[in-house]
């Protein structure tokens, strides 16, 4: 259970925390966007949506792209009545959690630590932090659903707002590959795509200085960033000029 582990490790410090909440995110498909880690709903800031966690797998992922310095504010509210207040468990709770979408996945904030009637908790918390890379990063919103008089789990619905300044958008820009001098097409090709970006026209021009074959160079020009998936167009060598004889 997602509480019993948080309280479990709370202990040794918010990082224990944290590494918990990751560990244990469901990835539960529903068909539509947000409830599986591999399908996460994008997200353009100024924003603000509303869900239902309905078990506690039950995990909703949000994803965008954000610059470096960028102050994000992460507004967390339980939507639901607080006549359930003073029932103990009967109330459900929720968490919402900032991670680094890169390769290891790292927590980076958290809303501190529950949000919900239960107990002494809050119905509305707030987080902000300074986005430490230009990259993608994911916003989960989790939770375990209150109890009804039988002991049946009752979903516990939320309202998220996300602020930033500069705005957060998805998905993320097309940026415009560097590579070495004389590349080859394929190479660039590659690039091209892990960038975001399209492959355009493939444009032949004569050059005495770089091999047949090989990359001139693209335009726009290398690092450029512009709209998902703009066409980049590759000019490639056609070898020298042959001249003509009178």
Same mark, same amino acid.
């Given at each position: 259970?997602?509480? *019993?582990?948080?309280?479990?490790?709370?202990?040794?410090?918010?990082?224990? +925390?944290? !590494?918990? @909440? /990751?560990? %244990?995110? $469901?990835?539960?498909?529903?068909?539509?966007?947000?409830?599986?880690?591999?399908?996460?709903?994008?997200?353009?800031?100024?924003?603000?949506?509303?869900?239902?966690?309905?078990?506690?797998?039950? *995990?909703?992922?949000?994803?965008?792209?954000?610059?470096?310095?960028?102050? +994000?504010? !992460?507004? @967390? /509210?339980? %939507?639901? $009545?607080?006549?359930?207040?003073?029932?103990?468990?009967?109330?459900?709770?929720?968490?919402?959690?900032?991670?680094?979408?890169?390769?290891?996945?790292?927590?980076?904030?958290?809303?501190?630590?529950?949000?919900?009637?239960?107990?002494?908790?809050?119905?509305?918390?707030?987080?902000? !932090?300074? @986005?430490?890379? %230009?990259?993608?990063?994911?916003?989960?919103?989790?939770?375990?659903?209150?109890?009804?008089?039988?002991?049946?789990?009752?979903?516990?619905?939320?309202?998220?707002?996300?602020?930033?300044?500069?705005?957060?958008?998805?998905?993320?820009?097309?940026?415009?590959?560097?590579?070495?001098?004389?590349?080859?097409?394929?190479?660039?090709?590659?690039?091209?795509?892990?960038?975001?970006?399209?492959?355009?026209?493939?444009?032949?021009?004569?050059?005495?200085?770089?091999?047949?074959?090989?990359?001139?160079?693209?335009?726009?020009?290398?690092?450029?960033?512009?709209?998902?998936?703009?066409?980049?167009?590759?000019?490639?060598?056609?070898?020298?000029?042959?001249?003509?004889?009178?």
């Amino acid at each position: 259970m997602l509480r *019993t582990t948080v309280k479990r490790v709370f202990c040794g410090g918010p990082i224990g +925390l944290l !590494v918990a @909440l /990751t560990l %244990t995110a $469901s990835a539960q498909g529903s068909g539509s966007c947000g409830h599986d880690i591999k399908h996460p709903c994008g997200l353009n800031t100024p924003a603000s949506t509303s869900g239902v966690v309905q078990s506690i797998e039950d *995990t909703h992922f949000f994803h965008f792209y954000g610059l470096r310095g960028t102050v +994000l504010t !992460v507004t @967390l /509210t339980d %939507t639901d $009545s607080p006549s359930c207040n003073g029932l103990g468990p009967a109330c459900g709770d929720l968490l919402a959690l900032l991670v680094n979408q890169g390769r290891t996945r790292r927590p980076l904030s958290y809303s501190t630590p529950f949000v919900g009637y239960r107990d002494a908790e809050a119905p509305t918390i707030s987080f902000s !932090v300074s @986005l430490p890379a %230009t990259q993608a990063y994911l916003l989960e919103v989790g939770g375990e659903p209150g109890l009804d008089a039988f002991g049946r789990s009752v979903p516990v619905s939320y309202a998220v707002q996300v602020a930033a300044s500069p705005a957060v958008h998805w998905p993320a820009p097309c940026t415009v590959a560097k590579l070495g001098r004389r590349a080859s097409l394929a190479a660039w090709k590659r690039a091209i795509v892990r960038g975001r970006c399209a492959i355009g026209r493939i444009r032949h021009l004569h050059s005495g200085r770089v091999p047949r074959g090989r990359v001139i160079g693209v335009l726009p020009p290398t690092g450029s960033v512009l709209p998902y998936r703009t066409a980049v167009t590759i000019i490639v060598s056609a070898g020298p000029a042959r001249h003509k004889r009178r």
